[in-house]
């Protein structure tokens, strides 16, 4: 196992998800159904489904482009959604 790519992983999710929606929605859940054990296994089963969603779409992707234009693809996504933020369309 190459474990420098699993804590690589570990680090820039972890750190990616802090503060997010999603952790505010488990929060929120968790507050208004007094549940948490059941909030924690939905919040699990949800990651765990799109995280295999975005595994399988990165192997596709990559066998058909060249990783410098998913890198620009991503950045320019990334750029067009935050000026729709600023400017109060999403």
Known sequence: MDWKILVSTF?????????????????????????????????????????????????IITKFLPIYLIKMGAAIAFIIIGILILFGKI
């Open 11 to 59: 680090i820039t999710i972890f750190l990616a998800e802090l503060g997010d929606k999603t952790q505010l929605a488990s929060i929120l859940m968790t507050s208004k159904t007094n549940k948490p054990v059941l909030v924690f296994i939905g919040t699990m089963l949800a990651f765990a489904v799109v995280t295999v969603i975005g595994v399988a779409a990165g192997t």
